[in-house]
């Protein structure tokens, strides 16, 4: 196959590839921005990275609210950490709010991704006030922010369709392993140098950065600590794949429970084909009850990559059950090409 998609993201290459081995024609439009054109047998669809003709406008903006979506996933009996948004410039309301919340908390924008601007388990009015304020530096005073309860537990992502098709992934926040002789820094250099020489999998470069000194600070760390032999040592709070979280496929031990609740997020948003979920609990193979999980935001454009490659366990081609449902009339023809023959295209 002629590798003209050799440039795009790595989550468009592998929806774009599903589509290639089912026979339905690929034109890239604009590769920068990932629109590409697809055909089949009439049918054709002009798609924006992995939204289509399929994903109404108005729930993938609605979704990507995290504030909305907290207020309408707690409206539909889907159990959210309790908070609320405001205007960054009200800092005085925010900590206000703090006060009321009484536990450590959560400080993000409403309109954000991977990560970026997310600061955890805030315990101190400080610790507030600086957060909202690195946001207004990078986003200005009239940014939208949410003031949340963190809610401490193991961070999952939940893919599912409204067919039932679901993929489950574990992220853990990254992290690099002592040796009991190099630094940390040196352990970070190391570790991103294995993960991208080659690149087998979806993991990403470990970031470096403010926030990841100021967390090992927080454990009395810095980047010239030197950790023990196999003592674990966490470098963020959060789990971000793209910030040099660890993903781990655990798609064969959930609960149905869990993807129940997947699908009662589906049913919250009217017309949504399918959803990446962030799904907080620590009884993840449990039945799930309203105190054991929260829901802390979805994605309307999940990730594939990390699902298709994950650093440990199976892959799960989540591409397929997008693609079954943009082109049903294709469904048929999905198993022609193997995944392993897949995988070795990327």
């Known amino acids: ?11 468009q290459k592998i929806f774009i590839y599903e589509m290639l081995r089912r026979g339905i024609n690929v034109e890239i439009i604009d590769a920068e921005r990932e629109i ?15 939204d289509s003709s399929i994903m109404p406008y108005n729930v993938s903006i609605l979704a990507g609210d995290k504030g909305f979506t907290k207020k309408n996933l707690m409206m539909n009996g889907v159990s959210v950490p309790i908070g609320e948004t405001f205007l960054a410039k009200d800092i005085e309301y925010i900590k206000q709010a703090f006060k009321v919340l009484d536990c450590p908390v959560v400080i993000k924008p409403v309109f954000g991704s991977h990560g970026y601007d997310v600061y955890t388990d805030l315990q101190t009015e400080e610790e507030v006030e600086n957060a909202v304020n690195n946001i207004i530096m990078h986003r200005g005073d009239l940014t939208k922010i949410i003031i949340e309860e963190y809610f401490k537990a193991n961070e999952y992502r939940v893919f599912v369709t409204r067919n039932g098709d679901y993929a489950v992934l574990l992220r853990d926040p990254a992290h690099i392993y002592g040796d009991g002789i190099n630094t940390i820094e040196y352990l970070i250099k190391k570790e991103n140098y294995n993960r991208m020489n080659p690149r087998t999998n979806a ?9 990841l000194i100021k967390y090992l600070s927080k454990s009395g760390l810095t980047l010239q600590s030197i ?3 196999g003592e674990k040592v966490y470098l963020r709070p959060n789990s971000n794949v793209a910030m040099g979280g660890i993903c781990e496929d655990y798609t064969d031990k959930v609960h149905p429970s869990v993807i129940n609740i997947g699908l009662k997020v589906l049913k919250a948003f009217p017309g949504l ?23 802390i935001e979805i994605n309307t454009v999940p990730g594939v990559h990390m699902h298709f490659r994950p650093a440990i366990g199976k892959s799960r081609n989540i591409a397929k059950y997008m693609v079954d449902m943009i082109y049903p ?15 070795k295209r990327l």
């Open 1 to 11: 196959m002629e590798n003209i998609y050799k440039d795009l993201h790595s989550n």
């Open 36 to 50: 590409i054109k697809a055909s089949y047998n009439g049918h054709d669809e002009l798609i924006c990275d992995r």
């Open 203 to 211: 993991l990403c470069e470990i970031l470096v950065d403010d926030e």
């Open 227 to 229: 950790p023990k032999n």
């Open 273 to 295: 084909p399918y959803v990446g979920i962030d799904f907080m609990t620590n009884q993840i193979e449990e039945k799930q009850t309203d105190d054991s999980y929260r829901i």
């Open 329 to 343: 009339e294709t469904i048929a023809k999905k198993e022609e090409i193997s995944d392993e023959k897949f995988i």
